[in-house]
């Protein structure tokens, strides 16, 4: 059991419930004016034993940031719910054995240009292994 199972499955779900391109954090892009588009990367936080004992489960933490880039900015708050439609509180995505849960996702602002509205979709998740 791994992060990059968590990543690749978080990574999955978005890619199949998006209808625009998808930037990774390990991927190169260049950014096309009035162009929209999405720019994802996992951050993995803390890790919390819930059970004594060498072999026992763990609680890990972390967050999907999802910064959508439109030329609008109703244009990105409709694709924000949209997208955290897909991500509910409570659901479970399963890759390689291992039961991601989100706990919740969040809209904020981030930056803006000429080209671009963005606003941060964070998708906070926890997993036990």
Do not use: C
């Amino acid at each position: 059991m791994s992060y990059a199972a968590i990543k690749t499955a978080l990574e999955k779900r978005l890619q199949s419930v998006a209808d625009i391109p998808v930037v990774f954090d390990d991927s190169r892009y260049r950014k096309k004016p009035k162009t929209a588009f999405l720019r994802a990367t996992f951050q993995p936080e803390k890790v919390t034993p819930r059970l004594v004992g060498r072999d026992e489960p763990q609680e890990y933490q972390g967050r999907l940031d999802i910064v959508i880039f439109e030329v609008s900015h109703m244009a990105a708050i409709i694709r924000a719910d949209a997208l955290r439609a897909q991500f509910p509180r409570g659901v479970s995505i399963s890759q390689d054995g291992i039961n991601i849960y989100v706990v919740k996702a969040e809209l904020t602002r981030d930056q803006q240009n000429l080209n671009h509205n963005a606003y941060r979709l964070r998708i906070r998740w926890r997993s036990y292994f």
